[in-house]
């Protein structure tokens, strides 16, 4: 009964190859949000979306892209993966904007 | 721009005995908290969150937290930790925007309970 699934939970892409990860929710929620937490550090907004609307954050790298082509669905994409982009992309979702996230389990993202 | 810090990055606690974690936040107006647990390799779960209304809120897994506008604080509190609680917790702060509450993030604090 998992809420938030994103998919693969573990992902090793090769330097420079692009890479898609995914998220999907059961909620209806209308906000999804991506995050980076790299190791030992906080959860790092990248973007999120409000219903159709794209919000990124200024400091997101531009190698970094998304897309939500439904309410369900929101893929990361990174175009040019570096080893600095190695790291834990977590998914979440929320109903409006008063309201707390909930979070996907994760995908590591392993850069060899 | 808001912050929230953590000032703890490891924390011990036997277990039974009880245990608190601080949070200081810095945000212009009253701010939405947050308590997030996350156990390794896993996404983060929510324990507590305060919007308005009484400042000492309950959540999840025996845990709660007080919200004191004076101290820009916000810590967490268990009266008697068991084994399972070890993990780490994340304070965060959410800020309302036109597009969404964006949520900032403490630099979080491993918990570790000696049996």
């Known amino acids: 009964d998992a809420m938030v699934i994103q998919n693969p939970r573990y992902q090793v892409t090769q330097f420079g190859k692009p890479v898609t990860l995914s998220c999907s929710q059961t909620?209806?929620?209308?906000?999804m949000y991506w995050y980076q937490q790299k190791s030992s550090q906080a959860p790092k907004l990248l973007f999120h979306y409000y219903d159709k609307d794209f919000n990124n954050e200024a400091d997101t790298p531009d190698n970094f892209q998304s897309r939500r082509p439904n309410t369900s669905f929101c893929f990361l994409d990174i175009r040019s993966p570096g080893l600095g982009d190695a790291a834990m992309y977590l998914c979440?979702?929320?109903?409006?904007?008063?309201?707390?996230?909930?979070f996907g389990q994760g995908t590591r993202l392993t850069v060899v | 721009a808001q912050s929230v810090t953590q000032p703890d990055i490891h924390i011990t606690v036997s277990e039974g005995a009880s245990l608190e974690l601080r949070c200081n936040y810095s945000?212009?107006?009253?701010?939405?908290l947050f308590w997030y647990v996350q156990s390794p390799g896993q996404g983060l779960q929510l324990l507590l969150k305060?919007?308005?209304?009484?400042?000492l809120v309950q959540g999840i897994k025996g845990f709660e937290a007080e919200f004191k506008r004076s101290q820009s604080s916000f810590n967490l509190r268990k009266p008697s930790v068991h084994w399972s609680d070890a993990a780490e917790y994340f304070c965060?702060?959410?800020?309302?925007?036109?597009?969404?509450?964006?949520?900032?993030f403490g630099t979080g604090t491993q918990l570790k309970v000696e049996l």
């Open positions: 979440a979702t929320a109903y409006g904007v008063n309201t707390e996230a909930f």
């Open positions: 305060y919007f308005s209304g009484d400042t």
């Open positions: 909620l209806n929620h209308n906000v």
């Open positions: 965060a702060v959410g800020i309302l925007t036109g597009g969404g509450n964006k949520l900032t």
């Open positions: 945000y212009g107006a009253t701010p939405y």
